[in-house]
């Protein structure tokens, strides 16, 4: 099973937060994320919560050749 430190990734008001709590936050809740930053994310991509983000095709489509990458 495969875990996460939230501190590490989460800001403080939404570290002691469930899952689906977090998965429906705005993105903000990321650490360093502004509150502009998630505005900019949602202009541009539709991006209106962390789940949204894990959702986006283009990070699947980067995380995917940035594998490829570290195969050859």
Same mark, same amino acid.
């Given at each position: 099973?495969?875990?996460?430190?939230?501190?590490?990734? @989460? #800001?403080? /008001?939404?570290? #002691?937060?469930? @899952?689906?709590?977090?998965?429906?936050?705005?993105?903000? %809740? $990321?650490?360093? +994320?502004? #509150?502009?930053?998630?505005?900019? $994310?949602?202009?541009?991509?539709? +991006?209106?919560?962390?789940? #949204?983000? %894990?959702? $986006?095709?283009?990070?699947?489509?980067?995380?995917? @050749?940035?594998?490829?990458? /570290?195969?050859?």
């Amino acid at each position: 099973m495969a875990s996460i430190d939230l501190d590490k990734v @989460l #800001d403080k /008001a939404w570290a #002691d937060k469930s @899952l689906p709590e977090v998965l429906a936050a705005p993105v903000s %809740a $990321l650490k360093g +994320v502004s #509150d502009r930053q998630g505005e900019l $994310l949602k202009e541009a991509f539709g +991006v209106k919560t962390v789940a #949204d983000l %894990a959702e $986006l095709k283009y990070v699947g489509w980067a995380k995917a @050749l940035a594998a490829l990458d /570290a195969a050859k």
